[in-house]
Each structure stands twice: as C-alpha cells, then as structure tokens.
C-alpha cells in the first residue's frame, strides 16, 4: 500500500524550524538539532541551505555560533518553510495556474482540487512557528530526569 505523504525533506526543514523557534533569542549548533530533532547531519546541512537561501535561518560563526531564525517565529509561516525547501504548494497539477488540463473544462474532479488546495493553503499559510513552538507537549518524567542528568554532566 503506498501512501500520499509529506516528503522528508519538508518534514525534517519543520523540525529544524521549530527546534530554532524554541530558541528565538539563542542560537543552536548543526548538531544539536541533528541530534535533537532525529534528522541525519547530512541532510540537515541541505535543508538549513535552502532555508538561508530563502532567508529563513542565518549562521553565526566563531564560538557559540550555529543557528537561528533570521526573522520572528510569529512572521513563518509552515508555508513559508515547505516553499524555501520544495518551491511551490500544489495538490494536483490542474490548480497550479500553469499548466491546462484538457479536461479541465468538464473534469468533475477539478472542484475537488481546487478546494483542497485552498484549504490546504489556508492551514500552511495560517500556522506560524510560534504557534507550534508555544505548544510544546510536557515531556514525560523520564525524558526530563536524563535530561537533567545530561544537563548535570555536560556543565
């Protein structure tokens, strides 16, 4: 069975995005978010490329330097993020705006479509990241424990 999902790239420039949101003020190190976030260093390196190229992250180098967001996590938007990484947003070919469908005149699906992906515009465009980073989950008792320990070690 194969599934229609969000491509890892989109997923992983998210988790990097909102790891940067949870620290609007500091920066974060590559490999903190790797590590953080589960994403492979590689292709973390990628995806905060194309989010510098769009103006989304900066880097700040020399000691302490790493990541953060290059504007308010109120001001991005997911739409935002999965466009630096994947370009444009569209559900079907037929609602891109370039392309015409020969049977776009009497497709009864096109309605569909069309809604689908204003709708899904809708909810890209509307989620910011400070809206996904002010609703952390709690961590569980035993996540906070060993990373208080991890904490303790590492200072």
């Not at 700040?60 to 947003?89: C, H, M, N, W």
């Not at 909810?123 to 980073?133: D, P, R």
Request: overall charge positive; charged content about 25%.
């Amino acid at each position: 069975m194969s599934l229609m999902q969000i491509p890892r790239k989109i997923e992983y420039a998210l988790r990097a995005m909102i790891h940067l949101a949870d620290h609007p003020e500091g920066v974060a190190r590559g490999a903190e978010i790797a590590q953080r976030e589960q994403i492979p260093k590689y292709y973390l390196e990628k995806v905060i490329r194309d989010l510098m190229h769009r103006g989304l992250v900066r880097a700040r180098r020399g000691p302490g330097g790493g990541y953060q967001l290059a504007r308010a996590p109120g001001t991005i938007s997911f739409k935002d993020v999965i466009e630096a990484v994947e370009g444009p947003i569209t559900l079907n070919v037929c609602v891109d705006g370039s392309a015409s469908c020969a049977l776009q005149p009497t497709c009864r699906m096109f309605r569909v479509w069309e809604e689908g992906q204003r709708v899904l515009l809708e909810v890209f465009s509307q989620t910011t990241l400070q809206e996904i980073a002010s609703s952390r989950p709690a961590l569980p008792r035993a996540r906070i424990a060993v990373e208080k320990e991890g904490a303790a070690v590492k200072a």
